[in-house]
């Protein structure tokens, strides 16, 4: 990519849009952050911060916030950071926008609940032939916009293009690795959201240390066969995107997946528990589990935070339907 310009666009000033942007200013690009409303590009513009999603963070002086879609033309690579369920949409407004050499690198988590499409194959169809990448792992916006060491992976099909831009986004504080394995690295951070809101589940129903750690355990074992299956690499799942994800959603209730889990577990319906907030799990819990289903791959724990969404089952009956399956061998 020498000779273009070194500037990375973000769509999506969320949370983790605005971080990643701190952070690609941090690495010495400059930023062009893109989000649908004029107004709150204007505020960002006048005030350098983003109180409404990342509150107490400064805006980096190189990043322009814009609400225009055309001033992501030029830039090296845009990284998607809207909700998973928004990628058609977004996608298709910046295939009208973006030359098709521009890579697209997907930084939200989930799969396409409509469709059961996982998002890159989603970009695939809607930008045939164009490069496509995934950002996914262990990181909360708030640490990486406060500048708090953090690593994730970068994965594209192309690996001279993942070890670029893995190279153009790695900062002082914020370390990104490159992996060929899309499949495996979107997987990573889709599922472990499901799995997330079952161990928030049994922290808010004060089940016990035990039984989350066993949750972590065996939802890994999930993670690894639904993988497996669907062309993933098992060691990616080891890594940043997988278990490493999984760790940090299933114990940190700064986690929103674990936080929802959390107030389901101590009696909230699901409504009052996402409390407006995003919320990835619950979008793709369906869509997992019914890809699960197509190919037989045992995952009883997005099973039943399936079940329990879906109002068929109560928690202690998903934790009944756990605990009295047949005896089997660990695998
Ligand atoms: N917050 C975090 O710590 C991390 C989030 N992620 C992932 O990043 C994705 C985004 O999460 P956050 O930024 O935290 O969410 P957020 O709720 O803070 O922000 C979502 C952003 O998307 C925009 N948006 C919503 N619908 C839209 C649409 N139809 N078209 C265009 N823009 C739209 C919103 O206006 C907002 O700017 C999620 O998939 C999440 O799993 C990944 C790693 C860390
Ligand atoms: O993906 C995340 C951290 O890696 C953020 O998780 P939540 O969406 O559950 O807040």
Redesign the pocket.
């Known amino acids: 990519m020498a000779g273009q310009a070194p500037t990375i666009g973000i769509?999506?000033?969320?949370?983790?849009?605005?971080?990643l942007a701190n952070a690609a200013a941090n690495a010495g690009n400059d930023v062009v952050l893109w989000?649908?409303?004029p107004e709150?590009a204007a505020a960002l513009a006048a005030t350098r911060a983003n109180e409404?999603?990342?509150p107490g963070v400064a805006l980096h002086e190189r990043i322009r916030p814009t609400a225009a879609l055309a001033d992501l033309a030029g830039v090296r690579a845009v990284l998607l950071?809207?909700?998973?369920?928004?990628t058609r949409?977004?996608s298709a407004?910046l295939a009208g926008a973006l030359p098709r050499a521009t890579p697209l690198v997907l930084?939200?988590?989930?799969i396409e609940r409509a469709s059961g499409s996982f998002l890159c194959d989603v970009v695939e169809e809607v930008r045939p032939g164009a490069p496509v990448g995934v950002l996914?792992?262990p990181?909360?916006?708030?640490?990486?916009a406060r500048g708090l060491p953090t690593a994730?992976t970068l994965a594209c099909r192309d690996a001279a293009l993942a070890q670029d831009l893995a190279t153009a986004l790695s900062g002082p504080t914020l370390r990104v690795y490159h992996r060929g394995d899309v499949r495996g690295v979107e997987i990573g951070?889709a599922a472990k959201?499901v799995l997330a809101i079952a161990c928030g589940a049994v922290a808010g129903r004060g089940l016990g240390e035990s039984a989350k750690a066993a949750l972590i355990a065996r939802g890994f074992a999930e993670l690894l066969r639904f993988a497996r299956a669907y062309g993933g690499d098992p060691e990616t799942l080891m890594g940043l995107s997988g278990l490493g994800?999984l760790v940090l959603t299933c114990s940190s209730a700064h986690?929103?997946n674990f936080a929802f889990g959390q107030r389901l577990g101590q009696g909230m319906s699901v409504a009052e528990a996402a409390g407006g907030?995003?919320v990835?799990g619950a979008a793709t819990a369906s869509a997992l589990v019914a890809l699960a289903r197509a190919k037989t791959i045992d995952m009883p724990i997005a099973e039943a935070v399936e079940q329990i969404l879906s109002g068929a089952w109560s928690l202690d009956q998903a934790v009944d339907a756990l605990m009295n399956r047949p005896v089997k061998s660990e695998q």
């Open positions: 769509a999506g000033a969320g949370a983790w849009g605005t971080a989000m649908r409303s709150h409404r999603f990342l950071v809207t909700p998973a369920q928004t949409e977004m407004a930084c939200a988590k989930g996914s792992g990181s909360f916006a708030d640490d990486v994730v951070g959201n994800d986690s929103r907030k995003l990835e």
